[in-house]
């Protein structure tokens, strides 16, 4: 079993920026990828980017590329999203999740991941 706790939501103006943390606990050496995604109401979950778990191996979905960052602290087994030049389009509920080995969590799927964080909402203001 894997447990996520996300933090590092909350509101800011269009431009800003925000980092999120999702920490992991439980059988973490089951993890192969760790992933961000995100759903705004009536809209379907947005993959928004992803982490290879044992290494620095990172995928971006298009709309945020180059305005987002992903990254890892493994003292911490933390995963980090660190998001720049927010605009009003990135509100949505952000949700961390995990994929063990033998998933194909670096697709972007969230139906190939295992475990998820309960969400933390962010709302960019114009």
């Known amino acids: 079993q894997v447990q996520l706790v996300e933090s590092g939501g909350g509101l800011v103006q269009a431009g800003g920026s925000l980092r999120l943390s999702c920490a992991a606990s439980g059988r973490t050496s089951t993890i192969a990828g760790m992933g961000w995604f995100r759903q705004a109401p009536g809209k379907e979950r947005e993959f928004v980017a992803a982490?290879?778990?044992?290494?620095?191996?990172?995928y971006f979905a298009d709309s945020v590329k180059g305005r987002f960052t992903i990254s890892r602290d493994n003292a911490k087994n933390t995963v980090y999203l660190q998001m720049n030049s927010q605009k009003p389009e990135d509100t949505a509920v952000y949700y961390c999740a995990a994929g063990r080995y033998g998933s194909s969590w670096y697709t972007g799927n969230p139906r190939e991941y295992d475990y998820w964080g309960q969400g933390t909402q962010v709302t960019v203001s114009s």
């Open positions: 982490i290879r778990w044992s290494g620095a191996l990172t």
